[in-house]
Each structure stands twice: as C-alpha cells, then as structure tokens.
C-alpha cells in the first residue's frame, strides 16, 4: 500500500512529466560544483535526473519502487545513459560507491515519516557520503498541515494511449495534533468506460513545521555540519513564507 505502483507511476508522468526550469537550475547548480560521484535517492522517474545526464552529468538513482524505476530505466537504455540505478529505500541501501554530493528533490523526503527510519535514513545518507559531501534535500513546511485545502480531492488525465487515469485523494484527520498528514490515494484506469485497474497508496508526509529548528538538531546528530535552509530557489529564507518546501543544504562532518 507505500509502493508507488503501475498507475501511480503512469499518472506522475502524465501530471508532472517535465521539472520547471528554477527547480532544475538550483540542483544543476550543486551538480556542476560538485567535485567526484552524484547521487539522487527517491530518484523516480527520473524527472531531475535525465534532463541532468541529458546535459552530461552522470547521477547514480535509488529508488524504492520498482515501477517508478522501471520506467527510469526504459529511458536511460533508449538515450544510451550511463548511471547506476539501484531498488532500495533509504534506510536500507548499501552502495558500492561513496558520494561528493547525494540531492533529493520535490520534498520527497517528507514522504519518510516514521522517526526511527527517518534516523536510519540519515545515518545511511552520511555513510554513503564522502568525507566533506554535499548532502541537499527538501521536506515540506507547513504550519498548519492538517488546515490545508486538500481533504478531498481528484484529478483525471488521458493517456496518450487514450486510457483515462482517475487520482482521488482522502485526507485521514484521526490526529489533528500531529505533523504527519495521512491520504489515501486511489488510482483507477478507465478504458472504453470500464475500470480495468485499481490500486491504492498510502500516502504519508510529515510536515517540518517548526522548520530548521527540528531539523539542524537531527541531521548535526547523524554526522552533519554548516546546515542552512531556504524556502526559495533563490536561496534565501523568509520565515513569514509557508507555502514553500523547506530546502536544507549541509555537509558531511570532516
Ligand atoms: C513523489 S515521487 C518524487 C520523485 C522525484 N523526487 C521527483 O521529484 O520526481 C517520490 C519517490 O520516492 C520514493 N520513495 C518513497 N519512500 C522511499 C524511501 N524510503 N526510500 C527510497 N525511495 C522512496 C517513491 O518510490 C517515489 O518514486
């Protein structure tokens, strides 16, 4: 039910198939400074990834669903890329290389909400990461998660085989207190008026809402230094600002 399955995947690329050039420029940026091997955990599709090696950087991808990667790798064997691509989670991987730089885009590391993984998951970034590396991600800040416009909601979009793919989201509110949002997602695929398939993610996001303040404390715990946060691709930081994910950059201690 957290897999990322089929039609979750062929509804990610439908609805977000090209990254917007700002989200791109910023990681490029890290990318082009970093000095030795790139890494992108929760890597997907590869939307970051493929304009990145497209414009001849080679970034290594893990990523916990095999549908999601499938996918990924469909395109790296048709454009002739050459990236190690590995089916892990976080908290699990155990990499041959160690890396200069390990990004993680589009908040996705708000979707790890369980504290002891979210620990292991840090602890295993910093161990894969060599002496000094670069570790960039994003987690999503809301003050007011449970308050968000999204209890309910859907979307359809047709494929280009002419399917439609139906998305209904339900928002759990069980505990209003906490700072983990739960949804079920429901995934459907229409053809010629009929459903011919159905499958179900469970959903979770923890929100930073008290941003860096949690944060600089945990990742200094797991072995990191010089933490800075933005919640602009500008790389500036206005606490008055909520509606954007918490961006965290910050190194591998010596
Ligand atoms: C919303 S997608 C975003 C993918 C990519 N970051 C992007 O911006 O296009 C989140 C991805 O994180 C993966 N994922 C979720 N939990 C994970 C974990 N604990 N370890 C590794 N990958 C995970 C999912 O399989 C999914 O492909």
Known sequence: MKHYGKICTLMYDLDKPVVPEVDLAFFQNYVEKSNGPILQPMVGTGRFALPLMEKGFKIDGVDASADMLAKYRRVCKERGYDANIYENTLAEMELPELYALIFITSGS???????????????????HLLPGGSFVFEVSEYHDAHHLDHHWNGKWLKSPKGEIVLQSVVQNDQDRNSDIVHSLVRYELIKDGRLVDTEFLEFTLKYYNKGGDTLKALLEEHGFEDVIYYNSYDKTYDKNRTSFNLIVECRKKQ
């Open 109 to 127: 590391f708000s979707l790890i909400t369980d504290d002891e993984e979210i620990s292991r998951s840090l602890a295993n970034i910093n161990r």
